[in-house]
């Protein structure tokens, strides 16, 4: 894989990411998801994971957070993809619910690897679709590579989070454009 070429304007972008990653506390990545473009945070973890100044699992975090930035944005411009579901959602909480929240992941697991290959990421791409508990274990490590474990009542939530199930539900909620909608719809399932 040739090297990641940037251009100046991407080395203070770097040059601030990498000083947030560097940190003990490391209680700048926050602030650099607040203040960063999601295409900047992109270029200055490929440039950290070209150095391979950091483990496979936190650039897998790293290069994910953006790219599943970009992609909510994406679906959420989408408006031929909401228009379809919207009526969809507003059925009561049942198997028409359910079948049509299950097809409208599909499409939008679909659109999101599109995304992460447009973007040069296709082994990412392969394991978000092929693999999601794979990836979803591998984005908490990474997570806790920067930010330690989970602890109080984020633990819990955590290990369901790891586990996959629960962690989609609450996921399929936050990466829906009608997810205020669906969520006032339906209460949040447990177990």
């Known amino acids: 894989m040739p090297p990641t070429t940037v251009s100046a304007p991407d080395l203070t972008a770097i040059t601030v990411f990498l000083a947030s990653t560097a940190t ?23 440039v950290v994971r070209d150095l391979g100044a950091l483990p496979p699992d936190a650039i897998l975090y790293l290069l994910a957070q953006p790219l599943l930035d970009l992609a909510s944005d994406q679906l959420m411009r989408d408006r031929d993809l909401t228009t379809r579901y919207e009526e969809r959602f507003e059925v009561e ?41 794979g990836f979803d274990r591998r984005m908490e490590r990474g997570r806790q590579h920067f930010f330690g474990p989970p602890s109080g009542a984020h633990a819990s939530a955590d290990d369901d989070h790891v586990e996959g199930d629960h962690h989609r539900e609450h996921e399929q909620r936050d990466l829906n454009p009608l997810g205020e909608a669906v969520a006032m719809l339906t209460p949040l399932r447990s177990g």
Do not use: C, K
């Open 24 to 46: 003990p506390e490391r209680s700048g990545l926050p602030y650099l998801d607040a203040v960063l473009p999601a295409e900047d945070r992109l270029a200055a973890t490929r």
């Open 93 to 133: 909480d049942g198997d028409e619910w359910t079948a049509a929240m299950a097809e409208y992941n599909r499409e939008a697991d679909a659109i999101t690897a599109a995304l992460f290959r447009a973007q040069g990421e296709a082994g990412l791409a392969h394991l978000y679709l092929t693999d999601r508990r």
